[in-house]
């Protein structure tokens, strides 16, 4: 399986503040398609997980446009332009490239200085 | 809108079984690939079973092959997960998910399963 590893670990942030997450994966999640498939993902305390952006850089819908992926091959980054309150959370990445085993990343904890 | 409501979980011994249920509704269950995924306490989140629409498709990572099964009932909107010779490090919030286009865009509120003595 395609080994997905995050960085860091622990984020405090200063709110208004910008924050970068990095996910690296062990092998390139370029498909032969053309489409790269890499989702990020965002748990707040106590919540389900949800999706905030799909194949590097789409956002979802109702996602805030102060979150943005970019990145390729198998360097990505997750940014949060200005840190709210409600941005307090684990953020994982995930690939959809390589099947059968989607693999998630260890996960970034996001959280207020 | 899509709902994904999953029951069944519990407090189960070492050694026991548990089925899971997930009841979908507000999308076009019979055409979608779904999923289960798990995160242990405090930790990550693995997606370590999956179903295709029809049910042709099915995987299972290595940590559960040979011990849950993934099944679906598409008359009833309905997925399933029957976990058989449970162990301690099964102890998880359980997700029913669907998958689509290699993403995972809907999850439901998860189910606890605590596998002790």
């Known amino acids: 399986d395609v080994v997905m590893t995050q960085s860091p670990l622990s984020l405090p942030v200063t709110l208004g503040q910008p924050a970068s997450i990095s996910c690296r994966s062990s092998q390139s999640l370029v498909h032969s398609n053309g489409n790269t498939y890499l989702s990020w993902f965002q748990q707040r305390p106590g919540q389900s997980p949800r999706r905030l952006i799909y194949?590097?850089?789409n956002r979802d819908s109702g996602v805030p446009d102060r979150f943005s992926g970019s990145g390729s091959g198998t360097d990505f980054t997750l940014k949060i332009n200005r840190v709210e309150a409600e941005d307090v959370g684990v953020y994982y990445c995930m690939q959809g490239t390589h099947w059968p085993g989607l693999t998630f990343g260890g996960g970034t904890k996001v959280e207020i200085k | 809108q899509v709902q994904l409501v999953e029951s069944g979980g519990d407090l189960v011994e070492p050694g026991g079984s548990l089925r899971l249920s997930c009841a979908a509704s507000?999308?076009?269950?019979?055409?979608?690939?779904m999923s289960w995924i798990r995160q242990a306490p405090g930790k990550g989140l693995e997606l370590f079973s999956y179903?295709?629409?029809?049910?042709?498709?099915?995987y299972y990572a290595e940590s559960v092959k040979g011990r849950f099964t993934i099944s679906r009932d598409n008359a009833k909107n309905s997925l399933y997960l029957q976990m058989n010779s449970l162990r301690a490090e099964d102890t998880a919030v359980y997700y029913c998910?669907?998958?689509?286009?290699?993403?995972?865009?809907?999850w439901g509120q998860g189910s606890l399963l605590t596998v002790s003595s």
């Open positions: 998910a669907r998958v689509a286009d290699s993403s995972i865009v809907y």
């Open positions: 194949k590097v850089s």
């Open positions: 507000g999308l076009p269950f019979s055409e979608s690939f």
């Open positions: 179903i295709s629409g029809s049910g042709d498709t099915i």
